[in-house]
């Protein structure tokens, strides 16, 4: 195993300091290290931020391997920063049983370029009927700690009850996509403004907010865990708000583009804007950027949705929602955020890697730490060329867009997985 020495680097935004990797670790930190068997890199400049950890990425295999594969997400990660994803489970076959998750778990050892650690469907083909084996995904060799039916609400309340019930044993959490399916009938995009001018059927804000403050109070009543995916709204902040500060074991997760983009990009009817949730207003990014801020929205993830050419270049209402996320995220984050390296490690590795229990992750640089992390320049600014991007599919709104920062290099367990902005395999 090769050793690396990493000169004159700031760790999460302190002074500069050395780091000597080997082993798989952070062996030692400080001024003026040597090590004559390393390859040494020159850090000066540069952050290194624990591996950032996402907590909600489609990988699309097994079923959709045109759109993406478990070793190209990967490689999207691994250049976009990540150490660990965590992989949806509308896969098709859907990642309801033991099989699907540990197929997932393995493809994801055998790419080797971040942790993929498989989500599992909270109900039987995400169909909202019958809860999946939850038992048996999570005793599996997959682990399985975090059930969604992301893509699809789990409605039904006594379901939802039933699955926090479970999960509760192994103190595992239920992520919900919060969307009350009888609210959002034929929606093309948000209910506002724009959608009455633009005549496409909306997506009122309340068909989230309703089923948040349903669950929170499901999770109190049953003492488990619950994780919010995307949050999208002003009123899903208060709510969340509301339930943190009653103590409800609540955690909640913003995506890049709802920190950044509105639903006046609707008015382009260029469905690389399509997503769901859909792009709220201006005043719902402002709400979600002060509650990424203080803390009632924990994470950043990504929502890695990526799409084949023909879901997503078609009109507007066949196009299917989502966009790419993992390659742009912590350009995003760094416009949105400034250099708030301690906020950024926070709410993109730390706290995700707590949320989904992903021991070796989300610590920083410092000796006898298992080295997952990742070297930014933030004084670099780059254009976003979709063609050039490692995922197999296309469909990032941030086409030809400069964004700050460049991930210049990614260790997974000492190897480099990404070395001068390029994956290493
Ligand atoms: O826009 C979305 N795309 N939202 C989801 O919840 C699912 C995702 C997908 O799988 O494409």
Redesign the pocket.
């Known amino acids: 195993m090769t050793a690396y020495l990493i000169k004159s680097v700031s760790v999460v935004g302190a002074a500069p300091t050395d780091l000597l990797i080997r082993d798989g670790v952070v062996a030692e930190t400080g001024a003026g290290l040597t090590a004559p068997d390393a390859t040494v890199l020159d850090g000066t400049g540069l952050v290194a931020l624990p591996g950032l950890v996402d907590l909600h990425t489609?990988l699309r295999e097994p079923g959709r391997e045109d759109a993406e594969t478990v070793e190209s997400g990967s490689r999207a990660a691994a250049l976009g920063g990540y150490t660990a994803v965590c992989a949806?489970a509308?896969t098709s076959p859907v990642a309801d049983t033991a099989g699907v998750v540990e197929q997932v778990w393995r493809l994801g050892r055998e790419a080797g370029l971040v942790d993929v650690q498989p989500i599992g469907a909270v109900t039987v083909g995400l169909a909202g009927g019958q809860l999946a084996e939850l038992g048996a995904m999570a005793d599996s060799a997959a682990r399985v700690r975090i059930f969604s039916d992301?893509?699809h609400c789990v409605a039904d309340p006594k379901l939802m009850r039933r699955a926090l019930e479970y999960v509760k044993a192994f103190d595992g959490v239920i992520a919900q996509?919060a969307e009350e399916p009888r609210l959002t009938e034929g929606a093309q995009m948000h209910e506002g403004e724009v959608s009455t001018r633009l005549g496409l059927t909306g997506w009122p804000a309340v068909a989230e907010e309703a089923i948040i403050a349903r669950d929170v109070l499901l999770a109190e009543h049953v003492g488990s865990r619950l994780h919010v995916c995307?949050v999208s709204t002003a009123g899903s902040v208060e709510v969340l708000r509301h339930a943190k500060a009653r103590g409800v074991k609540v955690t909640a997760e913003v995506t890049p583009h709802h920190l950044l983009l509105t639903d006046a990009k609707a008015e382009t009817y260029d469905p690389v804007y399509k997503?769901?949730p859909p792009l709220r207003t201006a005043t719902d990014v402002a709400a979600l950027r002060a509650a990424l801020a203080e803390g009632v929205i924990d994470i950043i993830a990504t929502?890695h949705?990526p799409?084949a050419v023909e879901d997503k270049e078609c009109e507007w209402a066949y196009a299917?929602?989502?966009m790419l996320g993992l390659e742009t995220a912590l350009s995003i984050a760094l416009d949105v955020l400034g250099p708030q390296w301690d906020l950024i490690a926070e709410r993109m590795s730390r706290a995700p890697a707590r949320i989904a229990g992903l021991d070796g992750h989300g610590a920083d640089a410092a000796p006898g730490v298992p080295a997952n992390l990742t070297l930014v320049d933030p004084a670099a600014r780059r254009t976003i060329e979709p063609a050039e991007l490692a995922s197999r599919s296309r469909n990032t709104p941030y086409a030809r867009m400069t964004l700050p920062g460049r991930i210049v290099a990614t260790f997974l367990r000492g190897e480099p997985t990404v070395l001068d902005g390029k994956a290493t395999k």
Do not use: I, Q, T, Y
């Open positions: 489609h949806m509308n992301d893509g996509h995307h997503v769901n929502d949705a799409h299917r929602p989502g």
